[in-house]
């Protein structure tokens, strides 16, 4: 097992549990309100992610032609669930077949863009990406559970999908 797999499978666990934290919701009302404190929502938070890995690792590593347009991601409202839905499981196609498609030893080389005025080994971004997924589902966990009042877990981030098979 390479680390673009092992990579791959985390990024498809966290989705998995997006695409969960986004069914548990009552309503698509409630997926896009905004309590006072909240800077997004989880429809904003699931455009955002799916932009920034469709971007970084879907065109820039797999070359599936995607392109960003990050204000849309945090400008659209009232996106429906079942598109929602659909662009989480659309990402995570891309982000399995770009990842399965890489060559190991680009792992090792400078990420192809420039990010934040820096430059960064291929394998480190990744682990930057996959962190920053995380991060927000958190946010999104939260958002769903202040908006509906439901302490109930959707069980994220279970550690099953990452045995050795």
């Known amino acids: ?25 009552p309503d698509e009302p409630s997926i896009w309100a905004l309590p006072p404190g909240l800077p997004n929502s989880t429809g904003t938070l699931t455009l955002h992610l799916a932009g920034n890995l469709r971007w970084f690792i ?23 669930r079942e598109t929602l839905i659909a662009l989480v499981e659309t990402t995570a196609d891309e982000v399995t077949r770009s990842l399965a ?35 927000h589902l958190g946010q999104v966990d939260y958002h769903r559970r202040i908006v509906t009042g439901s302490s109930v877990s959707i069980g994220a981030l279970p550690l099953p999908p990452l045995a050795d098979r």
Not at 104 to 125: C, H, K, M, N
């Open 1 to 25: 097992m390479n680390m673009a797999s092992d990579i791959s499978r985390l990024f498809n666990r966290e989705l998995v549990s997006l695409r969960d934290e986004l069914l548990a919701y």
């Open 58 to 80: 879907g065109t820039q590593l797999g070359a599936t032609g995607y392109v960003r347009d990050r204000e849309s991601e945090f400008a659209q409202r009232d996106v429906p």
């Open 101 to 135: 498609s890489l060559d190991p030893a680009q792992l090792d080389v400078t990420y192809p863009l420039e990010l934040g005025g820096i430059r960064v080994v291929t394998s480190r971004f990744l682990n930057h990406l996959a962190s920053h997924l995380a991060y």
